[in-house]
């Protein structure tokens, strides 16, 4: 049970509204399977409105600013889920990855810590970021990144997982459910 609940959206002022709306919703795209509901994630945030905000906006620079293709942004914040044992990110980013195109093999070797069964640059991306929440990137890795990444895409990767790391702890601390059931980490609830 959820340590702080979701703010209803009716308590939040009309103008600031559109910031419990999915990513999906706000872009009034129809592009993920999570747009059409307002998200645990968001509703818990808006107990502080001002830091909700800011979020969003910083969210959304990594998303479209970090250099990643969708696929490569899915598969750090999958890996990040994974390696931190969120389930509430784990079951949104599963339905995002797949509507951006990432197979179920990926998804699943990610859950599974085979990064050695995708694609040479991914592989070496999954293993970057296992290593980065860790707090354990050693230089072999890191060069083997800057073999298939540019300086500034490292950097984005570094900062998207370092942004669903820390939200993955706040999640946890404040015991946020998802709003249907968990896909489970081998997707046996898809």
Excluded: C
């Amino acid at each position: 049970m959820a340590r702080l609940d979701p703010v209803d959206p009716d308590e939040v002022p009309a103008e600031k509204r559109s910031l419990l709306e999915t990513a999906s919703d706000a872009a009034g795209s129809d592009d993920h399977s999570l747009s059409g509901g307002r998200l645990n994630v968001y509703r818990t945030l808006a107990h502080n409105l001002a830091l909700l905000e800011g979020f969003r906006d910083y969210l959304s620079t990594l998303w479209h600013q970090s250099g990643l293709t969708p696929h490569e942004r899915e598969l750090v914040i999958l890996t990040t889920a994974a390696r931190t044992d969120s389930a509430y990110e784990w079951h949104q980013h599963v339905r995002i990855a797949l509507d951006e195109g990432v197979p179920v093999e990926d998804i699943l070797a990610v859950s599974r810590g085979r990064h050695d069964a995708l694609e040479a640059n991914h592989s070496v991306l999954v293993e970057y970021v296992e290593q980065f929440v860790e707090g354990t990137v050693d230089d072999t890795t890191h060069a083997q990144l800057t073999d298939h990444y540019s300086d500034e895409v490292v950097l984005g990767i570094g900062a998207l997982a370092g942004n669903y790391l820390g939200l993955a702890r706040v999640l946890e601390a404040l015991e946020v459910e998802p709003e249907s059931p968990f896909v489970g980490w081998d997707l046996e609830n898809l």
